[in-house]
């Protein structure tokens, strides 16, 4: 579907929903599942607290969407909504199992093997994996949210609170990082 068609269809159900036309909310949530999905999963690391988190940030969505000032801000709106679960979600899980709340290093090795980053050529998935855990917290969650969010700059930015150039900036440093580990491991980066 066109970007432009799905934006103006997206803005239209916004319209509805916040009249309180459920119908309009389910479509808006058919729309954007799929990559609310795959960023709580990449995020989180399992799909039981992906699933969990999806659910309460749908949940606060359609109880809120009536303060959404621009239909247009939709999907990076529920994009900030979820980031707020699944911090939650890795706070709760650090308090009650003590553990830290890095993502799955198997899940983001996955995307960003099949990415065309150029990483995508690399065949050794312990050497990604390295790559990746090199990256400092802000750097990993920039990296998840454009390449498993399929986000751009401004919606991180967004999300984050952050410059979209200062986003730009630790996206291409992250992948700078990950380039030096990866050729330090033998491997030829994008070629």
């Known amino acids: 579907m066109d970007n432009n068609i799905l934006k103006e269809e997206i803005s239209f159900l916004v319209q509805r929903a916040k009249n309180k036309d459920t119908d309009a909310f389910a479509k808006l949530y058919e729309i954007i599942y799929k990559d609310l999905y795959r960023m709580a999963l990449y995020t989180l690391g399992n799909s039981h607290d992906a ?104 919606e991180i930015a967004e999300c984050l609170n952050m410059n979209r150039n200062t986003v730009r900036s630790i996206y291409h440093r992250a992948l700078a990082k990950m380039k030096k580990k990866l050729e330090a491991g033998g491997i030829s980066y994008g070629r």
């Open 51 to 154: 699933e969990n988190a999806v659910s309460d940030a749908v949940v606060d969505a359609f109880l809120g969407i009536e303060k959404l000032q621009d239909p247009n801000a939709f999907r990076t709106w529920m994009f900030r909504i979820l980031t707020a679960k699944c911090a939650r979600q890795i706070s709760e899980n650090i308090k009650s199992r003590n553990l830290i709340g890095d993502m799955t290093v198997e899940r983001v090795t996955e995307t960003l093997i099949s990415t065309n980053d150029g990483i995508g050529q690399v065949l050794d998935r312990s050497i990604v994996e390295m790559a990746f855990l090199a990256l400092n917290d802000e750097e990993k969650q920039i990296v998840t949210m454009t390449v498993y969010g399929q986000m751009d700059s401004g």
